[in-house]
Every structure is written in C-alpha cells, then in structure tokens.
C-alpha cells in the first residue's frame, strides 16, 4: 500500500481557495519535499495530510485510511522556535510526548517507553541532555529534540514543517542523515522546505506547489529553472541565467543560506 | 475570640479550609499558569457572582449557583473567537463585565445589598462550618483528580498545541476541562474567601512555583506547600492582631496579601539572578 | 433615588430621567457620567487595539487601596485611584513587565494582590462592607462636584496628549516593527499610553467602580468597531456609545433601584450585542475584507 495518496485535493478557507490541483503519491522509504513560496500552502498542505483540516474537494488518503484514522502512524515534526522555551519541560519529556499515542488516556508511559525515548534521544545525540529543560537546549538541539519525539513514536510516516529554519549547518546535515537512515528502514518521509539544496539531497521527490500544484516528480526534473520560475513568479535569485536559491527579490541568497524569514 | 491560635474549633476550620483550598487551588493553578489563562480564570471569578445571587435570591444552595454559572462562562469562552473584530481579551473582558453586572443589579435591588454582595466576593472564612468543609473536599477532590487523570494530555496541549492536535487529541475539550476545574475551585473557594480572592489562590503560587524554574509536577508540590504556609501565617496574624492590638484585620485579605508578597521576593530575587548571570 | 414601587415601568424611567435632570446632585451624576462615559470610549479604542483588556482590569484593580486610602483620608477618590494607577504603571514599567505583557501570570498576581490590599487596608481602617461594595460597583450618584472638575481637565489633557501622539500611537499599535524601523521610540510611546489608560481610569473607577470601569473602556469601542474601519471615527462613535450607554445606565439606576455602575454596564453590553447581531444579519460592504 503507498504511504500517502493525494488526489487533486483542494482546500478552502472561508470559500477562499488556498490550495488546489494537488495530486501525488509517496511510497515507503521514499522522501517528498514540497517547496513553494511563503503563503504557497505548504503548512496547510501539511495540516490537510495530518487531518487538521478539511478537504473540500479531492482525496487524501494515508496508509489508505483518512488522515485522522492514522495518525498513529504519522509523527509530526514542527518547528522547534512555536515553542515557548520557558516551559518546563525537559528534553526526555518532550521525547515521551511521542509515546501518548500508544500508551492511551489514563495511563502514565511505562519503562519500556521511556527506554524508547531514551533510544530516540540518543539517536540525535542528545542522550546527555535528557534532564536538561527544552529551553536550555540550542535552537538546532531543540529541533532534534523534536526529531527524536517523532521517531520515539515509530511512525511509518515522517512529516516535518520547515525542520531547517534557523538551524545550524551540522543539524541540518545530522537530519538529513537521520531521514536517510529512516528510509532505509521504509519510514516515509514528507518535509516543506525552502532550500532547494536540501530537497535535491535528501527527497527523491518534490511537490513544487504556489497555490496549485506545478510539478509533483522526481526532484531533480521539478527543480527545473523554468518550472522555479514559473511557480515563484519573480521570487527567484539568478546568477547569470541560472536559478541559484529561491526567496524574495531583494534578499541575498548564496547557495543553501535560508534567506527568506518567515518567522523573524 | 478565645486566646491561643487554634485553641478554638472555628480557627481549626478556617486553617483546614484554607489549606484544602491552597492545595486544589495549586494543583489546578499550575496548569492555569502553563496555559496562560490568568485572565480567563480572574474572569470566572467575577462571572460566577449573578449564578450566587441568583442562588441565594432563590434560596438554594449558593455552590450550586456558582457551580451553573461557572459552567456556562467555561462553555461560553470556549466558543472560538470568530468575531474578529473583537480580540479574545475584549471579549473576556465584556463577558466578565457583563456577567458581574448582572450580579450586581439584582443583588442591589435587595435591602442588604453591601453585606451580602461583600459576602460573596470576599467570603467568610471565620464562619466556615463542617459542612462547608465537606463540599470543598468534595470539589476540591474532583477538581483534583481530573487534573491528576489527564496529566500529561494537559501538559502535552500546554507545550505544543499542534503536536497534541497531530496525534488527535480534542483540544477544545481539554482547554474545558481546564476552565471547568477552575469553576470548581472557585466554588470551593465561595465561603472561605470568596471568590475574588479565590483567584489569587490559584495563580500566585503557581506562578512563584514557575518563577523557580520548577518542572511541572515540582511545583504544584512547591505551590500547595507555599499556600498552606501562608494560610497558617495569614491565620495567625489576624488572630494575633486581633488579640493583642484590637485591630480588625480580615484573614483571607492578610493570605493572599502574603502569597503575593512571597511572589514578589521570588520574582525579584529570579530577576536579579538572571541580571547576574548575564552581566 | 426615585422612590418606587418594586415594580419596574415606563413611567419609572420617565420619571427618573426627569429627576437627572432636575436635582443637582443627580445632574452632577449626568455630567459625570457623560464625561466619563465619552472619555472611556475614546481611549478604550486603544485599549482595544493594543490588547491591553487584562491589563485594564489589573490596572483598576490596583486602584482599590488608592480609593480607600483616600475615603479614610477623606481626600478625592478620583486623586486616590490617579497615584494608585499611576504608582503601578511606574511600576510595572520600572520592572520591564510592560514588554512582558504576555507575562499573565505575573499581571494576575498583581490583580488579586491589589485587591486584597486594599481589602485589608479597609478592614484595619475600620471599613465597611458598605465601602468595599461601593468601590468594587461604583458611586457616581456620591460624585463631589471637585471630582467632576477633575474629570474635566483631566479628560480635556487625555484627549489633547492622544490628538498630538495619534500617528504614533497607531503605527505602534498596527505594525511595531515599521514603528522600530521608522525610528520611533517604542517604549516612551508605550508607558504614554500606559498613563492615559491610568488617568482614564482614575476617572472612571470612582464613578464605575473596579470591577465595572473596565465596561466603560472596552464594551463600547469594540461595539464602535464593528461598525468603523478608521481609527479616529471608532473613537467618534465609541465616545458616543460609551455617553449613551452612560446615560441609558444613570436613569434605569434612578428608576428600578438598581447600583448605576451595573446598569451602565449593561446598557453597553446591551450596545455591543445588538451592533453585533445587527452586523451579523446584515453583513454590508467595507466590513469584511480579503
């Protein structure tokens, strides 16, 4: 069965049409990256496949259920700076959020769940930090904290909003090789991304996305200078006739810097 | 007043229902602060009034009014703010005023209207019997056990609403459950210091137990253990001043007078701390 | 006030507005109450605007000892309420808290702990439940004609100082970041606002009381908002719910017996919930926008 089925799924708000024409599939093992401009839809897109909002027209179909029937099977990743860092709350903690879903109401998570966070924990390399407060922990531990929360829920499917906003470069390159292990394992992966680097590295597919859909295929055809083009209508930094980074006009861009902020 | 603190049935009351009242207060109060609702909760403590006059007009029990009104305001801040004209804060704000209003146009149109309108903000922790203490037990109790039962899909929606919303968790329905137990500890709090001063209970140890930097369970500990300390103290002053110096000094006011000033100091010294280690 | 019957009529209300009118003491209330009622609505669109409500009511909340130190001193209330308020905004702004608004708690903390200072102050002093009802619901019927001078003036200087900073005082409430960047200095702007809300305030709680001042400031500048998409016609129409639902108040307060501050109150409730379902059945153009 494929992880995920979307069949030219629309979604609106308040009768506006935010989202339209989207239409793919991703397989165990695979890694989609949607990349499309601020406001291109890309965190509803996520939220629709979470099942956090309705779709008005189209399908979307996870592990051939509807969305809310398995989120079991879908850890989510979301940025690490939504969260207040004066919570008191410890990295291990954070970590045992991943676990509720199986252990259920009413009950408190168990040693065999805690050595399961403890596990995932360690696979970030944070296994040091466990009783330290999430607030105390570097923006780039922070987000792997998270990381580690979704792999504690053995998830069969991975879905991450943005996971490298604000995040130093050996993070960044940490989860791309912990999505890669992932894979390996037949964990699928979704991830929304401005750094079309990172999408050409880690996802053999990319949803290219601006309201509607402008590619869905293997990255390195979507991640084409015309079709870039096309979708961030003017949004994208050229050197000489190559597209070189996307983001707004006057922004500089070099390479795999995010330049665009959408969170200040 | 007979003279040794304590010495007297109605003084071992009021020290019983206050601490009863502290710990449930910092149980739910912890969970209050993690949430940042302070305001919602200052608002039901106004919004319950017309339900008590109304009880009391009636003749019924006055828990009972607190309790109705209690659960409607939890229900009707629960409505999602879709007047987006109307920010969330005005629309508490208006609710409060409104519902306080009402409470008080009804109570004054009776012969005893300051007393009895005193009576229900600020209660009567003196002249609390068994069976007061018995109905706050009994509330105070459910209040908290729900808290203890859905611990950690509290904290979980507290820390990372979209988290809890990914795995399914029904937030609106924990975000009532939370408004509902404050509606009890209010109802707890009705006769032992009424219920403006019964939101000081909830947040100020709280608060001073974040303040230290404590995880979530540490501190509800730290609170409760903060409230009865300063219950006891509180108590003793205003027997002690009322003894020795003749002077009318009201219990609950003196508590909360100093959980706030426990707050203060440890806010302060938290400040200066945190100066100190930047610097 | 009008003695009647307990029977609520026509007659009561045309009776009582007769008598707002008529005897001094009551037509000091009705000047009082349209002042304040006026000023309340103009500076509660800032209020409204800046998401300053909780901090409002922390704010007259912590105006309760102020009030009853000055009756045991026998001093203006209005003076008591102004050095609370403005004591407090000092220090919220001293301690940096005013950046921190979002810091609830710790307001709340504030609330509850100037209430009962001034529950306490009141009880040692020998108060009454007589004077403690009185502050928490208002008096404005009590109002000295001092007190209705001081509304005056001070309201004429809040109106002033808000006129002269009104660019500013927008910009920082719409965009805070364009204000930084354009050069503004937030934080002056900020505690500006901060002490008008006081002095507001200091007016209004005498006469509303603690609890229900806060009504005055908010209820009829959201009303005014669903209803005006610029800032300075809000606060045209604001003034002019709060001077109605003031006066509405005042005489169903002389007519049916019931505490004036309340019934203010909830003539502006009454303002807002029937501008909201007149808004809601018949949605028009320049309302909603894309």
Known sequence: MSVLELDDVTVAFDGHEVLCGISGRVEEGQAVALIGPNGAGKSTLIRAVLGLVPVREGRIRVFERDPADARRHVGYVPQYSRLDPEFPVTALQVVLMGRYRSVGWLRRPGRADRARALEALASVGLAGRAKDRFGTLSGGQRQRVLFARALAQDAALLVLDEPFNGVDTTTQEDLVALLAAERARGVAVLLSTHDLDVARHACDETCLLNRRQFAFGPTAKVLEDDLLLAAFAGGVHLVGDEVVGIGAPHHHLHGRHDPTDPHG | MSGTFLAAPYQQRALLAIVILGVVAAVVGVHVVLRRMAFVADAMSHTVLPGVVVANLLGGPLYAGALVAGVTTAMLLGFPARARRIGEDAAVAIVLASFFALGVAIVSRGRSFATDLTGFLFGSLLTVDADDLLLMGIVGGVAIVAMVVFHKELVLRAFDREAAEAIGLPIARLDLLVDLAVALVIVTALRAVGTLLAVAFVITPAATARRLGLAVVPSMLVAAAIAALCGTLGLAIAHEAGMRADVRVAPGATVVVLLTSVFLVVAVVAWWRDRMRSA | ?290
């Open chain 3, 1 to 290: 006030m009008v003695a009647g019957s307990d029977a609520v009529g026509v007659n009561d209300l045309v009776d009582a507005a007769a008598s707002l009118v008529r005897e001094p003491l009551l037509r000091r209330a009705l000047l009082e109450i349209v002042l304040v009622g006026a000023l309340g609505g103009v500076v509660g669109v800032h209020v409204v605007l800046r998401r300053l409500p909780f901090f409002v009511m922390t704010l007259s909340h912590a105006t309760l000892p102020g009030l009853v130190v000055a009756s045991l001193l026998g001093v203006s209330l209005v003076l008591g309420a102004a050095v609370a308020a403005v004591v407090v905004v000092g220090v919220v702004v001293l301690v940096g808290v005013a950046g921190r608004i979002e810091d609830t708690s710790g307001v709340g903390v504030v609330l509850t702990g100037s209430l009962a200072v001034g529950a306490l102050v009141l009880s040692i002093g020998q108060g009454t439940a007589r004077d403690l009802s009185a502050f928490l619901v208002g008096s404005v019927v009590t109002v000295r004609p001092l007190d209705v001078v001081l509304t005056a003036g001070l309201g004429l200087l809040v109106v002033l100082v808000l006129a002269l900073a009104h660019k500013e005082l927008v910009l920082v409430a719409f965009d805070p970041a364009a204000a930084d960047a354009a050069g503004y200095q937030r934080g002056p702007i900020d505690l500006l606002l901060l002490v008008t809300v006081a002095v507001t305030l200091a007016v209004a709680v005498p006469a509303g009381g603690v609890v229900l001042s806060v009504a005055l400031l908010v209820t009829p500048a959201s009303a005014a908002r669903l209803w005006c998409d610029r800032v300075v016609t809000t606060m045209a129409l604001a003034a002019t719910f709060g001077v109605f639902a003031g006066v509405v108040g005042l005489v169903a307060s002389a007519a049916w017996d019931v505490a004036a501050g309340a019934a203010i109150a909830l003539a502006a409730t009454a303002v807002l919930a029937g501008s909201a379902a007149i808004r809601a059945l018949a949605p028009s153009r320049g309302l909603r926008r894309t």
